[in-house]
T-cell receptor, first 114, second 114 residues
């Protein structure tokens, strides 16, 4: 029973390039969340998606960041024109539902912007 | 507004000692859920426990126990007879029934010395 899958695990991009982070939720889970963790800090909510819908993107920067969760395939977090401040660990989580349901996390993608 | 405070930034103990990690939360909702996650040095996030606001029973799982007290808005985590493998960053998180975002504490880094 595979858990939440994220790839790549490590991603290095130069300033100005695009970063694409992928997340496949646990089997049977249709709720996906993205979080960002800066070094030595807790996680910060970015976006919540269900299949083909963005439910809440209030934690995501208005520019350069976008997320999708298509009917088929993984959820994608896309960062355009990356800057050094985007360097962080990006975690994807999935759950059966909202609120009371625990979120299971993937191993994270560590993005380094040089 | 909702908030989770983990006042202990870092705790260091010698193996076999008992250690308690504190978590204090703020919420206006009457229905909410509390979580603990473990983040070992490898970086993944491991779900440990979920507690509902209407269930104040303490929980024990092996060497781990959790003390939930609504009167003090605390959800503390105790590791009995600590082991080196318990070394990790531990996060407390809150989810409200009216919301779905996990609100995270800043984490407590636990170091268990042999």
């Amino acid at each position: 029973n595979a858990g939440v899958m994220q790839n790549p695990r490590h991603l290095v991009r130069r300033r100005g390039q695009e970063a694409r982070l992928r997340c496949s939720p646990m089997k049977g889970h249709s709720h996906v969340y993205w979080y960002r963790q800066l070094p030595e800090e807790g996680l910060k909510f970015m976006v919540y998606l269900q299949k083909e819908n963005i439910i809440d993107e209030s934690g995501m920067p208005k520019e350069r960041f976008s997320a999708e969760f298509p009917k088929e395939g993984p959820s994608i977090l896309r960062i355009q024109q990356v800057v050094r401040g985007d360097s962080a660990a990006y975690f994807c989580a999935s759950s059966l539902g909202q609120g009371m349901y625990e979120q299971y996390f993937g191993p994270g993608t560590r993005l380094t912007v040089t | 507004a909702q908030k989770v405070t983990q006042a202990q930034t870092e705790i260091s103990v010698v193996e076999k000692e008992d250690v308690t990690l504190d978590c204090v939360y703020e919420t206006r909702d009457t229905t909410y859920y509390l979580f603990w996650y473990k983040q070992p040095p490898s970086g993944e996030l491991v779900f440990l426990i979920r507690r509902n606001s209407f269930d104040e029973q303490n929980e024990i799982s092996g060497r781990y126990s959790w003390n939930f007290q609504k009167s003090t808005s605390s959800f503390n985590f105790t590791i009995t007879a600590s082991q080196v493998v318990d070394s990790a960053v531990y996060f407390c998180a809150l989810s409200e029934a009216s919301n779905y975002q996990l609100i995270w504490g800043a984490g407590t880094k636990l170091i268990i010395k042999p």
